[in-house]
């Protein structure tokens, strides 16, 4: 395989830069063989067979960024703070006019951070109070960058699936944002099985793919499968039944517990063209940027050249692509 195999032109202006006036009111494109369906996300409870399990991602997005100067020279800072390592020490993404150096310091909302240590695109951080404290006052809702705006109000709960309850990532499962309680309601009524996992987005889903796609790792996300999640798909892959997962979170955290028979772990699997699927049959998606894993991922399942022509209908047909964008039903 080649990088350029998961390419395609995307124009800056097709990239959503804000979530629909209301939850629920995205396109929906629907994958099916050969056949390619324009349908709203409200008419998702019909488009799901009775006897479906559904699978979300209950992990609930952390307000990971801070934003600081550098002490002495002002210089503006930005970290997304991704993983703590102990109360008082964490790992971050950052971001400033020059590289940080291990020493900097950093002043966050009177708080002085300490650059730790730097390895590639990650730096470590320490205080002297936990940082958690710190993110809960100072800490901003950590769009992706690619959206070009500040965060605001309305994001923290539009950057939020209706059915997050597990703090831990620093991007939202996007695909689940489309979802109001009354569409999980009337899919549930309609004997479709609403099941959950956690799976804990990290730095791993911004890092781009350097050089060959056999040697890019992904840098492991904390997942958890419950018992009875794990029971209903194994019933329905017995009985023949579709299995399919809310993003590209979800299809990673259940092909990895069918790998394994590991319930709990950090998922570091990268799915490609060529992966067997032994949990997921189908899965609901938004439209990824190019060149990406979690492109290649969608490629695996529905087929590279099926995808890719379903993306060019998208751009066609005036899709929104990306975090707050439409979204796709394959399989």
């Given at each position: 395989?080649?990088?350029?195999?998961?390419?395609?032109?995307?124009?800056?202006?097709?990239?959503?830069?804000?979530?629909?006036?209301?939850?629920?009111?995205?396109r929906?494109?629907?994958?099916?063989?050969?056949?390619?369906?324009?349908?709203?996300?409200?008419?998702?409870?019909?488009?799901?067979?009775?006897g479906?399990?559904?699978?979300?991602?209950?992990s609930?997005?952390?307000?990971?960024?801070?934003?600081?100067r550098?002490?002495?020279?002002?210089?503006?800072v930005?970290?997304?703070?991704?993983?703590?390592?102990?109360?008082?020490?964490?790992?971050?993404?950052?971001?400033?006019?020059?590289?940080?150096?291990?020493?900097?310091?950093?002043?966050?909302?009177?708080?002085?951070?300490?650059i730790?240590?730097?390895?590639?695109?990650?730096?470590?951080?320490?205080?002297?109070?936990?940082?958690?404290?710190?993110?809960?006052?100072?800490?901003?809702?950590?769009?992706?960058?690619?959206?070009?705006?500040?965060?605001?109000?309305?994001?923290?709960?539009?950057?939020?699936?209706?059915?997050?309850?597990?703090p831990?990532?620093?991007?939202?499962?996007?695909?689940?944002?489309h979802?109001?309680a009354?569409?999980?309601?009337?899919?549930?009524?309609?004997?479709?099985?609403?099941r959950?996992?956690?799976?804990?987005?990290?730095?791993?889903?911004?890092?781009?793919?350097?050089?060959?796609?056999?040697?890019?790792?992904?840098?492991?996300?904390?997942?958890?499968?419950?018992?009875?999640?794990?029971l209903?798909?194994?019933?329905?892959?017995?009985?023949?039944?579709?299995?399919?997962?809310?993003?590209?979170?979800?299809?990673r955290?259940?092909?990895?517990?069918?790998?394994?028979?590991?319930?709990?772990?950090?998922?570091?699997?990268?799915?490609?063209?060529?992966?067997?699927?032994r949990?997921?049959?189908?899965?609901?998606?938004?439209?990824?940027?190019?060149?990406?894993?979690?492109l290649?991922?969608?490629?695996?399942?529905?087929?590279r050249?099926?995808?890719?022509?379903a993306?060019?209908?998208a751009?066609?047909?005036?899709?929104?692509?990306?975090?707050?964008?439409?979204?796709?039903?394959?399989?």
């Amino acid at each position: 395989m080649r990088l350029e195999d998961f390419d395609y032109p995307l124009p800056p202006e097709r990239i959503a830069q804000r979530p629909t006036a209301l939850r629920g009111e995205s396109r929906l494109l629907v994958v099916r063989g050969d056949t390619l369906l324009h349908a709203s996300f409200g008419d998702l409870p019909s488009l799901l067979a009775p006897g479906t399990v559904l699978v979300t991602n209950d992990s609930a997005v952390i307000a990971a960024r801070l934003v600081g100067r550098k002490e002495g020279s002002g210089g503006v800072v930005e970290l997304l703070c991704v993983r703590e390592i102990t109360p008082t020490r964490w790992t971050c993404l950052a971001q400033s006019s020059k590289p940080l150096r291990a020493g900097t310091r950093v002043d966050v909302d009177g708080v002085l951070l300490t650059i730790a240590l730097r390895k590639d695109d990650l730096v470590e951080i320490e205080a002297e109070t936990p940082i958690a404290h710190l993110l809960a006052r100072a800490g901003r809702v950590p769009l992706p960058p690619y959206i070009r705006r500040d965060a605001e109000p309305e994001d923290r709960d539009r950057y939020q699936t209706v059915y997050a309850c597990a703090p831990g990532s620093v991007a939202a499962p996007t695909a689940g944002l489309h979802f109001t309680a009354d569409t999980i309601g009337e899919i549930a009524c309609r004997g479709v099985e609403v099941r959950s996992i956690t799976l804990h987005v990290g730095p791993g889903t911004f890092l781009p793919v350097r050089g060959r796609i056999e040697d890019h790792r992904l840098l492991p996300e904390a997942y958890r499968i419950p018992h009875e999640t794990g029971l209903a798909v194994r019933r329905a892959r017995a009985e023949g039944r579709p299995v399919v997962a809310v993003g590209t979170t979800t299809v990673r955290a259940l092909e990895s517990w069918a790998a394994t028979d590991l319930a709990e772990g950090g998922s570091d699997l990268m799915i490609v063209p060529g992966h067997e699927f032994r949990a997921v049959t189908g899965m609901l998606t938004n439209f990824h940027h190019p060149k990406t894993t979690l492109l290649m991922l969608v490629a695996a399942l529905g087929g590279r050249e099926r995808v890719l022509g379903a993306y060019r209908e998208a751009l066609d047909s005036g899709y929104r692509f990306l975090s707050y964008g439409d979204a796709m039903l394959l399989g």
